[in-house]
């Protein structure tokens, strides 16, 4: 079975496909990274830990920093999301989870071509993504 | 002829920017390094010498790193663990997201190009995504001095594997395995040096399938990405063309890192004043590094990223070890 002529792989309709969604998804995450962190330099949105104080906690342990600054884990930040340094969480985040969309598109994309194997591989992926995300495997809530 | 000697120009002109970039990256390399004996709590240097020499570094960085097809976190961690003040659980997390970041910014173009196969990337990526979670669950359960030990120890082996391990730029696939034909896994690429079209196919897919199990592993537990066990992968062992091997390796970089980077932040090991210049540096660089894919030379490539990974593997190794902290 070969689901794909020889023709070169950039011209492949599934990767056209997911590099579009995987480019803008970056764009979005660095822009939402670049703005949060210019507003957190600038001291336009005030710091759960103020930045003259880093030098002192920067150096710890993740789990002595979070003791020391009372920092939350898993998706707790989501709650002090409007402090400069945990506003960034929301670009990296996005950075981190901008590969499921073009992963979730594609999902449509194999079984309509009856590529059911590629269907399930991007769904696998898909939902080690989400559960990696959610804290489930990973503890973090 | 005039068509000839204008892209030899370019080619030198390419070079000589390269040069520069790397004389640049050594300036830059050495001045965190002399700061480091003052990169200690009561430092006489403001906070923010370290997130600005962070982001040039990392822009750096990520110029050498794709074309090296290595991933920046392999030259990130040991680099920034071993000359920066962050404690490694911090650079690791970075790490992840600059080897996410730089990957994320490189496989578009490299798929639009032809230089990255989606249908190769995918289900290496599944079972790497998969091992690399508990990876980095086991890395962050380690004591530091013990990840950068064995980090330095990786890293001097990732020296010796690139200087030992013969790369092939266009293997030869007598007959592709069965797992590979029923996936549908072949493709042509058009060689921008040399303006070959170039068809490729794979072998061994089960046993690189399980290689990909181990590689993710080491990807979660060091933060260090995995390029530098992709490209080999995939180029010596299941015979994918060394181009291909590296814009490749990116994407499922992109996808192996997203899920070992979201146990970092869910545990915390995300400090944004270490992440975000590092991340942003990176990304500025590797689009510079996806462009310089096609016109550079392997073995140029191969001879900066070795010296690069040599210097900071002994640093690493000496810091886990408490002979040069």
Same mark, same amino acid.
């Given at each position: 079975?070969?689901?794909?002529?020889?023709? $070169?792989?950039?011209?492949?309709?599934?990767?056209?496909?997911?590099?579009?969604?995987?480019?803008?998804?970056?764009?979005?995450?660095?822009?939402?990274?670049?703005?949060?962190?210019?507003?957190?330099?600038?001291?336009?949105?005030?710091?759960?830990?103020?930045?003259?104080?880093? $030098?002192?906690?920067?150096?710890? $342990? %993740?789990?002595?920093?979070?003791?020391?600054?009372?920092?939350?884990?898993?998706?707790?930040?989501?709650?002090?999301?409007?402090?400069?340094?945990?506003?960034?969480?929301?670009?990296?985040?996005?950075? %981190?989870?901008?590969?499921?969309?073009?992963?979730?598109?594609?999902?449509?994309?194999?079984?309509?071509?009856?590529?059911?194997?590629?269907?399930?591989?991007?769904?696998?992926? %898909?939902?080690?993504?989400?559960? %990696?995300?959610?804290?489930?495997?990973?503890?973090?809530? | 002829?005039?068509?000839?000697?204008?892209?030899?120009?370019?080619?030198?002109?390419?070079?000589?920017?390269? @040069?520069? =970039?790397? /004389?640049?990256?050594?300036?830059?390399?050495?001045?965190?390094?002399?700061? =480091?004996?003052?990169?200690?709590?009561?430092?006489?240097?403001?906070?923010?010498?370290?997130?600005?020499?962070?982001?040039?570094?990392?822009?750096?960085?990520?110029?050498?790193?794709?074309? +090296?097809? *290595?991933?920046?976190?392999?030259?990130?961690?040991?680099?920034?663990?071993?000359?920066?003040?962050?404690?490694?659980?911090?650079?690791?997390?970075?790490?992840?997201?600059?080897?996410?970041?730089?990957?994320?910014? =490189?496989?578009?173009?490299?798929?639009?190009?032809?230089?990255?196969?989606?249908?190769?990337?995918?289900?290496?990526?599944?079972? +790497?995504?998969?091992?690399?979670?508990?990876?980095?669950?086991?890395?962050? !359960?380690?004591?530091?001095?013990? *990840?950068?030990?064995?980090?330095?120890?990786?890293?001097?082996?990732?020296?010796?594997?690139?200087?030992?391990?013969?790369?092939?730029?266009?293997?030869?696939?007598?007959?592709?395995?069965?797992?590979?034909?029923?996936?549908?896994?072949?493709?042509?690429?058009?060689?921008?040096?040399?303006?070959?079209?170039?068809?490729?196919?794979?072998?061994?897919?089960?046993?690189?399938?399980?290689?990909?199990? !181990?590689?993710?592993?080491?990807?979660?537990?060091?933060?260090?990405?995995?390029?530098?066990?992709?490209?080999?992968?995939?180029?010596?062992?299941?015979?994918?063309?060394?181009?291909?091997? !590296?814009?490749?390796?990116?994407?499922?970089?992109?996808?192996?890192?997203?899920?070992?980077?979201?146990?970092? *932040?869910?545990?915390?090991?995300?400090?944004?004043?270490?992440?975000?210049?590092?991340?942003?540096?990176?990304?500025?660089? +590797?689009?510079?590094?996806?462009?310089?894919?096609?016109?550079?030379?392997?073995?140029?490539? @191969?001879?900066?990223?070795?010296? /690069?990974?040599?210097?900071?593997? *002994?640093?690493?190794? /000496?810091?886990?070890?408490?002979?040069?902290?």
């Amino acid at each position: 079975m070969s689901l794909h002529a020889k023709e $070169p792989a950039g011209t492949q309709a599934d990767a056209q496909r997911y590099a579009k969604l995987l480019d803008w998804g970056t764009r979005l995450g660095l822009i939402a990274l670049v703005i949060s962190f210019s507003a957190y330099l600038f001291e336009l949105l005030p710091p759960h830990v103020p930045v003259s104080q880093l $030098p002192q906690v920067w150096g710890l $342990p %993740a789990k002595a920093f979070l003791e020391q600054t009372q920092t939350p884990t898993g998706w707790g930040w989501l709650a002090l999301a409007s402090r400069g340094d945990l506003s960034n969480l929301i670009g990296i985040a996005l950075l %981190a989870g901008c590969s499921l969309p073009p992963l979730i598109a594609l999902i449509p994309w194999y079984l309509r071509r009856r590529d059911r194997a590629y269907a399930v591989v991007c769904a696998g992926i %898909a939902l080690v993504l989400l559960l %990696a995300a959610s804290g489930t495997l990973t503890g973090g809530h | 002829m005039l068509e000839c000697r204008s892209s030899m120009t370019d080619l030198s002109g390419l070079r000589r920017k390269w @040069r520069l =970039a790397m /004389l640049l990256f050594a300036m830059v390399f050495c001045m965190p390094a002399m700061a =480091a004996g003052s990169a200690v709590p009561g430092s006489t240097l403001p906070w923010w010498f370290w997130p600005m020499a962070l982001f040039v570094t990392c822009f750096l960085i990520g110029i050498v790193a794709v074309p +090296a097809g *290595i991933g920046g976190g392999t030259l990130f961690v040991p680099i920034i663990g071993g000359f920066f003040p962050f404690h490694l659980d911090f650079v690791r997390g970075a790490g992840l997201l600059v080897a996410l970041a730089s990957a994320l910014a =490189a496989a578009p173009m490299l798929l639009r190009s032809g230089l990255s196969s989606l249908r190769l990337a995918l289900p290496l990526a599944l079972l +790497a995504s998969i091992s690399s979670v508990a990876g980095a669950l086991l890395g962050l !359960a380690l004591p530091a001095s013990l *990840i950068q030990t064995a980090l330095g120890l990786i890293v001097l082996g990732i020296v010796a594997l690139m200087l030992m391990a013969k790369k092939s730029e266009f293997p030869v696939v007598e007959r592709p395995d069965r797992l590979s034909s029923a996936l549908g896994i072949h493709g042509v690429f058009i060689d921008g040096a040399s303006g070959k079209t170039i068809d490729w196919q794979v072998h061994r897919t089960p046993v690189g399938l399980v290689l990909f199990l !181990a590689i993710g592993v080491m990807a979660g537990m060091f933060g260090i990405g995995a390029g530098w066990a992709n490209v080999p992968a995939l180029n010596l062992l299941m015979g994918v063309p060394l181009k291909v091997s !590296a814009g490749t390796s990116g994407l499922v970089l992109s996808l192996v890192d997203s899920s070992a980077a979201w146990v970092y *932040i869910n545990r915390g090991a995300v400090l944004p004043m270490v992440a975000v210049p590092s991340v942003v540096g990176m990304m500025l660089g +590797a689009r510079i590094g996806a462009r310089l894919l096609h016109v550079l030379k392997g073995a140029v490539i @191969r001879k900066m990223v070795i010296t /690069l990974l040599l210097f900071a593997g *002994i640093r690493a190794l /000496l810091k886990g070890l408490g002979v040069w902290v």
